[in-house]
C-alpha cells in the first residue's frame, strides 16, 4: 500500500501525459491527411496509401521502441526524447506543406497517366513526409510499458491503461480538430496546437523521469533477443489478425452506415470517435480485468468468439434501431451517434479488451514488456495496415458489405482457434469456438437487398435498378416511373443523391458546355471534372469543333453504370474517341496536367461532402485559371440551395479573388433578391435567373469581355 501511493502521482502523470499525447497524434493526423491530399490527389488510391505510408511509420516506430529499449536506461526520459521529435518533426512538416505541392508537381507529373507508377510514387511521397512524426509516435507506448509495469506490478494493467487513455486522448483530438480547432484556427494553427500537446508530453515525462522509480532501470537485452515459442508465435498471429479485421471492419462499417447518413467530415467524424472510444474504454476494462487476475487464456479467446457475435449481432439488429430513429434522422447527429453505437461500439471494445489480453499472454513468454510490446504493436499495426487496404480494394469490390461482414466476423473465429487455449476441460476449449460458429450459423444472409435497398427506393420514391458496391461508395442507379412507364433515372451514392437525368436537370448540366459554345468563338479543347450522369458530357460531345475532352471523375463506377444512360454506345459520350476518360480527384489533375484547355467545367457535389472541399478553394480556382488557353472559359456548378448563405457568397468571393479583372456571370433557376444584391457585392458582374439569363446572351455575346467572362453556375 505505502509502494502503490508513493508512485500513485508518478502513474497518474503518466498517464496524463499519454492522453495528450493521443490527443496531439490524432489532429497531426487530420492535418498530414489533410495536407498531403493536396499533393498526391484525394482519390480513394491516394487516401488509402497516404493512411498506409503513416501506419508504416507506426510500425517501424514499434520495431525501433524494442532497439531502444534495450539502449536506454530511464525509458521515461527516453519517451520524453521521442515524444519530442514528434513535436519538432510534425510541426515543421505542417509548415512546409503549403511549399510542397509545387516542390513535387514536377515529379508526379512524369507519371500522372501511369497509374500503378504513380500509386508507388504517391506512396512513397507520404511515407517520406511522415516517416520520422510516424516512427517518434510509434515507439511511444513500447517505451512506456516497462516502466509503468515497474510502478503497477501488473503488466496486463500498464498496458491496458496506456492503450486505453491514449486512445481516449486520441478520441478528444478527433472532436476537437473537428469541432473547433480546424475551422477556429485553420490547419497549420490546428497542427502547431497539436505539437505543443506532445511538448506538453514530452515536459511532463522528464519531471516524472525523475523519480527514483524510473532512474534505473535495467535492460534484459539478452532475455528479449531469446527466441519465440511456437505459443509466442500463435499469438502474434492472432495480433496480425486482430489489427486487420477491426480496420478491416471500419472500412465496412462506414461504407454502411452512409447509406443512411450524408457522408460529411462531421459524420466522419462522429464514426471514428466511436471506434476510438470502444478500443479505449476496451483497454480501461482490460486493465481492470488483469488487475483481478482475469485476462486468462481462456478470456482471451472469448473475447474473440464473443467480437465475432457482436458483428453479426451489430448487423442482424441494425435495421430495427433504424426504423426506431425515422423520427429523428433528418438534420440531426444522434442518430448518427446512436446507429454507430449499435453496430461499431460492442466490437470496438472487444477489441480494447482482446489486444490487451493477447499482450497479457505474449508478456508470459517474453522477459521483457518493452519488447512484449514492440513486437505486440507491431504485428497488430502491420495487420492494421493490410486489412485497410485489402478491404477497401479487394474484400468491399469483391465481397460486398453483407459478405464483408460475415467473412470478418468468421476471422475473429480464426482468432479463437489460433490463440493457445491454456484450458485443462475441454468443453472450456470448446465453448468459445461453439459460440463463435452459432453466431455465425446466425448471419441474417440477405438483410442489404431486402431490406437496406428497400429502404434506398423507399427514400426516393423510385425503383432500383442497378447497385455497385466499389471501391469509393456504394452506387445506385433508381428509375422513377410515371402510369407505368420511365421516366427519368436518379444516380445516387451512399445515401445522397448526385445527379439525374429529369428534363430540369439535364438541361441545365447542358448548359455548361452550350453556353460557353455561344461565347467562345471556337472550343477545341474540353475539360469535365466529375461526370455524374453525363449529361454536361454528352453536351461537350455534342460540339462538332471540340477535338478533345477530358473527363476526370474520382469513381470508376460511376463511370461504368453510365451503360444504364447511355445503352446505345454510339450516343455514350465516354465512348467518344475524342474523350480521355482519368479516374482521379480533380484538383490532383488539373496541377499534374501539362494540358491547357478552351472550357474547364465541373460540377462537384457540395463541399460539405467529406473530401470534396479542395474543389471549393482559392487554389483549386486558380489552377482553372492556369490550365485555360487565353480567352478560354469556366463553368461551374454552385450549389446555393444546399449552402448557407455565408458559405456561398464566401465561394463566390473565392471564385472573384482568383479571377481578378475578368467578369464572374451567375445564373440560378430560383434566385432571391436579397442573395441577387449579396451575390454581386461579393465580385459577381452579373447574377440573373435563368431565363433572364438565356434572354440577354445576344448582349453578353457584345460584351468585348465576352470571351474572357467566367460563366458561374448555380
Known amino acids: 500500500m505505502a509502494h502503490r501511493e508513493k508512485v500513485a502521482p508518478a502513474i497518474g502523470a503518466i498517464h496524463g501525459m499519454f492522453f495528450l499525447s493521443g490527443m496531439g497524434a490524432l489532429v497531426f493526423e487530420n492535418v498530414w491527411f489533410s495536407q498531403t491530399g493536396l499533393i498526391v490527389g484525394n482519390s480513394v488510391w491516394s487516401a488509402a496509401l497516404v493512411i498506409g505510408a503513416f501506419m508504416a511509420g507506426l510500425a517501424l516506430g514499434n520495431g525501433l521502441a524494442m ?19 514528434a513535436a519538432l518533426s510534425g510541426a515543421l512538416l505542417v509548415l512546409a506543406f503549403p511549399w510542397l505541392p509545387g516542390v513535387f508537381r514536377p515529379f508526379l507529373a512524369t507519371f500522372v497517366d501511369q497509374a500503378p507508377v504513380l500509386n508507388l510514387a504517391r506512396t512513397a511521397i507520404a511515407f517520406g513526409l511522415m516517416v520520422i512524426p510516424a516512427t517518434a509516435l510509434g515507439a511511444t507506448l513500447p517505451l512506456l510499458s516497462r516502466p509503468l509495469e515497474s510502478a503497477t506490478g501488473s503488466y496486463g494493467v500498464a498496458l491496458g491503461r496506456l492503450y486505453g487513455v491514449n486512445t481516449l486522448g486520441a478520441v478528444a483530438g478527433t472532436l476537437l480538430a473537428e469541432l473547433a480547432l480546424i475551422p477556429g484556427l485553420g490547419l497549420r494553427g490546428s497542427g502547431l496546437l497539436a505539437a505543443a500537446c506532445n511538448l506538453a508530453a514530452a515536459y511532463i515525462a522528464l519531471r516524472v523521469a525523475q523519480h527514483p522509480l524510473f532512474e534505473v532501470a535495467p535492460s534484459p537485452a539478452q532475455a528479449t533477443r531469446a527466441p519465440l515459442s511456437m505459443d509466442g508465435s500463435r499469438i502474434l498471429a492472432a495480433a496480425f489478425l486482430a489489427g486487420g479485421i477491426l480496420l478491416a471492419l471500419e472500412v465496412v462499417w462506414f461504407r454502411f452506415l452512409l447509406l443512411f447518413q450524408n457522408g460529411t467530415t462531421l459524420i466522419f467524424t462522429t464514426m471514428l470517435a466511436v471506434v476510438l472510444s470502444g478500443i479505449g474504454l476496451g483497454g480501461v476494462l482490460a486493465s481492470r480485468l488483469s488487475r483481478r487476475g482475469g485476462l486468462s487464456a481462456g478470456v482471451t479467446r472469448l473475447a474473440a468468439a464473443t467480437a465475432a457475435a457482436g458483428v453479426v449481432a451489430g448487423y442482424a439488429a ?43 499472454q505474449l508478456r508470459m513468454r517474453i522477459a521483457d514488456a518493452a519488447a512484449t510490446t514492440g513486437v505486440l504493436t507491431l504485428a497488430n499495426t502491420v495487420g492494421a495496415v493490410a486489412g485497410s487496404l485489402l478491404a477497401a480494394f479487394i474484400v468491399l469490390p469483391l465481397l460486398g458489405v453483407e459478405r464483408s461482414f460475415f ?20 468443453w472450456r476449449r470448446a465453448a468459445p469456438v461453439l459460440a463463435a460458429v452459432l453466431a455465425l450459423a446466425l448471419f441474417p444472409f440477405g438483410r442489404m ?47 445522397f443523391s448526385m445527379s439525374a437525368t429529369a428534363i430540369r436537370s439535364h438541361r441545365y448540366m447542358k448548359l455548361f458546355a452550350y453556353v460557353p459554345a455561344a461565347l467562345h468563338p471556337g472550343i477545341e479543347s474540353a475539360l ?11 453536351a461537350l460531345a455534342d460540339l462538332p469543333e471540340v477535338k478533345h475532352i477530358d473527363v476526370v471523375d474520382v469513381s470508376r463506377d460511376v463511370l461504368e453504370m453510365s451503360d444504364l444512360v447511355f445503352p446505345d454506345p454510339r450516343s455514350h459520350p465516354l465512348r467518344d474517341r475524342r474523350v480521355a476518360i482519368h479516374v482521379e480527384d480533380g484538383r490532383f489533375f488539373l496541377q499534374q496536367t501539362g494540358r491547357r484547355y478552351d472550357l474547364i467545367t465541373g460540377e462537384p457535389p457540395p463541399p460539405k461532402i467529406a473530401g470534396v472541399t479542395s474543389l471549393y478553394t482559392l487554389e483549386y480556382f486558380r489552377l482553372l485559371r492556369d490550365r485555360l488557353n487565353p480567352g478560354g472559359l469556366a463553368t461551374y456548378w454552385l450549389p446555393v440551395h444546399q449552402l448557407r448563405e455565408s458559405d456561398a457568397l464566401a465561394i463566390i468571393r473565392t471564385i472573384r479573388a482568383a479571377h481578378p479583372g475578368v467578369p464572374v456571370v451567375g445564373y440560378a433557376s430560383h434566385i432571391q433578391r ?41
Not at 444522434?334 to 472487444?350: E, F, N, Q, T
Not at 466476423?409 to 482457434?417: E, H, N, Q, S
Open 67 to 85: 532497439v531502444l529499449a534495450r539502449r536506454w536506461g530511464n525509458l521515461v526520459r527516453g519517451y520524453a526524447k521521442v515524444e519530442l521529435v
Open 674 to 714: 436579397e442573395l441577387q444584391q449579396q451575390a454581386l457585392e461579393a465580385g459577381c458582374t452579373t447574377v440573373l435567373p435563368r431565363s433572364a439569363f438565356v434572354q440577354q446572351l445576344p448582349e453578353l455575346l457584345s460584351d468585348d469581355a465576352g470571351p474572357r467572362a467566367r460563366a458561374q453556375g448555380g
Open 407 to 426: 467473412v470478418l466476423a468468421a476471422l475473429y473465429g480464426l482468432i479463437v482457434l489460433i490463440v493457445p487455449s491454456g484450458e485443462a476441460a475441454p
Open 318 to 360: 441494425f435495421d430495427g434501431f433504424l426504423q426506431a430513429m425515422v423520427p429523428m434522422r433528418v438534420g440531426s447527429i444522434y442518430p448518427a451517434v446512436l446507429l454507430s453505437v449499435v453496430l461499431m461500439g460492442p466490437v470496438c471494445l472487444l477489441s480494447g479488451v482482446l489486444f490487451t489480453a493477447l499482450g497479457e
Open 449 to 495: 437487398v431486402d431490406s437496406h435497398y428497400r429502404e434506398v427506393e423507399a427514400r426516393y420514391g423510385a425503383r432500383l435498378i442497378a447497385a455497385r458496391e466499389g471501391m469509393v461508395e456504394t452506387a445506385f442507379y433508381l428509375q422513377h416511373e410515371f402510369l407505368g412507364e420511365p421516366l427519368f433515372e436518379r444516380l445516387a451514392t451512399n445515401s
Open 528 to 538: 469535365l471534372i466529375c461526370f455524374g450522369v453525363g449529361s454536361t458530357a454528352s
